[in-house]
């Protein structure tokens, strides 16, 4: 069962005018989060917006004895939502839901793992990143955003000893264009043999484009979608994607419950 707390705002950091990372003060939520898993979220107690929205869990933050105490949202700004919580200062309190959704499934060597982000969809691959270092998977990051300076958390990923394979459409660091171009051509080196897991979040563009490019290589695929959602924990439909059914047909399936962590093959991208 998913905890509903008042969670105290430890810290807001900004990483650029529209990006930030807030840390709540939420043990329950941390100690049983999984990677891929969300949280309903809310900064403040007013009522605009009325409605929480949803976040992957990015950190699990530790005491220094290791006990989860709380965790951090990687958000970027683009609504009433988001700027509460760009603003939200130390102290404040925050209404927070979770952990809820399906989390990614975890591979074992020797199948390496690749994730693809594009721009904020790096959320959940913190917690992913620390996961399969724990079960010594070799784990690469392909990463596409905008600009140079919205590639964040490189060291963090470095230091967990991620392989990255940066793009930026302007071209300002890494490769110029689009995070799939990287992934495409390194499936096809690949020896067929060689065992991979593609996880992807991002927006639908990109995931729908990993998606295609993970089926032309016969590689599995697991896509962490991001529709908009108003309850999160399926009583609203709001979230709905359609899916390919046991019976081979597609269904509208409500990704707060069936995902957000979904089977790429399975979903029909239009
Ligand atoms: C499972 C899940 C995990 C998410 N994790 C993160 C995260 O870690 N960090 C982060 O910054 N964002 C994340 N999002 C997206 C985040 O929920 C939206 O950015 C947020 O709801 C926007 O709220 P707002 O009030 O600021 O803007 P709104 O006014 O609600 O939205 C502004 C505009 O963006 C559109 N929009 C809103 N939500 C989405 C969406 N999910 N997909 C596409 N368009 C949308 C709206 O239609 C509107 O046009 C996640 C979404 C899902 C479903
Ligand atoms: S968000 Fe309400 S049913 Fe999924």
Known sequence: MPFDVAAEVLSNRALSSDYNVLALAAPAIAAASKPGQFVMLKAGTGMDPLLRRPFSVFEILRSGDGTPTGITVLSKRIGPSTSLIYSARPGQVAAVLGPLGRPFSLVEPPADAWMVAGGVGLAPFATLA?????????????????????????????????????TTEDGSSGERGRVVAPLDRQLAARKPDAPVMIYACGPEGMLAATAKTAAKHSRPCQVSVERIMGCGMGGCYSCVVPMRGDDGKFHHVRSCMAGPVLAADQIRWD
């Not at 270092?133 to 991620?162: I, M, N, P, S």
Request: no cysteine; net charge positive.
């Open 130 to 166: 620390e996961a399969l270092r724990a079960r010594k998977v070799k784990t690469t990051l392909f990463y596409g955003a905008r600009r140079g300076d919205e590639l964040f958390y490189l060291d963090f990923f470095r230091t967990l000893g991620v392989e990255l394979v940066l």
